[in-house]
C-alpha cells in the first residue's frame, strides 16, 4: 500500500500542474499481448503459471510540460491463470474426508483502465518514457471448469460455500492446515473488480514518415484477491496533440484551441 501511496502522490502533483497550465492533449489506439497468473498465497498453494492473452483499446496523453505527462488508457484485456490442475484434501484421513480439484485454466475479461505518470526524455531516433501508475478493472466475463469465473454460482464459489456448510456440522475433524485451506480457498475466490499498481516504459517515434508510432512493456500487479499479475506488451499510434486552454475565469471548462 505504500507504492500505491506514492503514485497517488504523484498522481495528484501532475493534476495540480495541469490545472494550473495550458496543457497539450492527444489521443491514440493499443493492442498488444498479455502474460498473466494469479500470484501470491494461490501461487504458493496451488501453482500457477502464466496464461497468454490479448489487450487493445484507446488512450489520451495529457502532455503537462516537455518532461512530464499523464497518460490514461481504456483496454479490454484478456487475463487468468494456468495452475498445476492439482487439488486439495480436507480432513485427511478422517472419515469426511473431501477432495476439490483446482480448475487448470482460468479466463477472465476485464474492463481495465489504468493511468500512469511518464517522464519523457530523447533517446535516438524517439522519445523514451518510463512511468508508473494505478489501474482499475472489473470483469466483465471469464469461465473456470465450464462455469462463469465470477457469476455467483462459479466453480469457486460452490466449493467454498460446500466447505463452509461442511465446517458447520464436522468443525471437530477440521485441523489447522485445513483451516488455513479454507482461508486461501475463500480468500482466492476472483471478485469482479479489481485495482492496483503498474509500471510502463513507452517509445515513440517522433520521425516525419512514422511520428506518432510507438511500442510499450508493461507490468500490473493487483493488490486484491488472487494479486492477478499482468505482463504486456503493446504497439500503437498517438495522433497529433491539439491544444486546450483554461477559461479566462478559470472556471475549470476545458476549451478546444485549435
Not at 495540480?16 to 497468473?37: H, I, L, P, W
Not at 492477478?228 to 477559461?247: A, I
Request: charged share 20%; aromatic share 16%.
Amino acid at each position: 500500500m505504500k507504492k500505491a501511496g506514492l503514485i497517488i502522490s504523484l498522481l495528484f502533483c501532475a493534476f495540480s500542474a495541469f490545472s494550473q497550465n495550458d496543457v497539450k492533449v492527444r489521443f491514440g489506439v493499443e493492442g498488444g499481448f498479455n502474460m498473466s497468473k494469479w500470484a501470491g498465497d494461490y501461487s504458493d498453494i496451488y501453482g500457477t503459471s502464466f496464461k497468454p492473452g490479448f489487450n487493445g483499446g484507446g488512450l489520451a496523453e495529457i502532455q503537462i510540460n516537455p518532461l512530464w505527462s499523464v497518460q490514461s488508457e481504456f483496454l479490454i484485456s484478456m487475463e487468468g491463470t494456468k495452475t498445476d490442475g492439482g487439488s486439495i484434501t480436507l480432513c485427511k484421513g478422517k472419515k469426511n474426508e473431501q477432495t476439490y480439484q483446482i480448475p487448470s485454466e482460468v479466463d477472465a475479461w476485464y474492463f481495465k483502465v489504468p493511468i500512469y505518470v511518464l517522464y519523457n526524455f530523447k533517446v535516438g531516433p524517439g522519445r523514451l518514457s518510463p512511468g508508473v501508475g494505478l489501474y482499475l478493472a472489473w470483469a466483465f466475463a471469464g469461465s473456470s471448469k465450464s462455469a462463469s469465473t465470477f457469476a455467483d454460482d462459479s466453480y469457486f464459489r460452490q466449493v467454498n460455500e460446500t466447505i463452509k456448510n461442511d465446517y458447520k456440522d464436522n468443525s471437530q475433524y477440521y485441523t489447522d492446515e485445513d483451516k488455513h485451506l479454507m482461508d486461501l480457498w475463500d480468500k482466492c475466490i476472483p471478485r469482479r473488480f479489481d485495482y492496483g499498481i503498474g509500471i510502463k516504459g513507452i517509445y515513440e517515434l517522433e520521425n516525419k514518415s512514422l511520428n506518432g508510432l510507438f511500442g510499450s512493456l508493461g507490468v500490473t500487479e493487483g493488490l486484491t484477491g488472487c494479486y492477478n499479475l499482468n505482463l504486456m506488451f503493446s504497439v500503437g499510434y498517438k495522433f497529433k496533440y491539439n491544444k486546450w486552454l483554461r477559461t479566462t475565469y478559470n472556471t475549470g471548462i476545458l476549451e478546444y484551441n485549435p
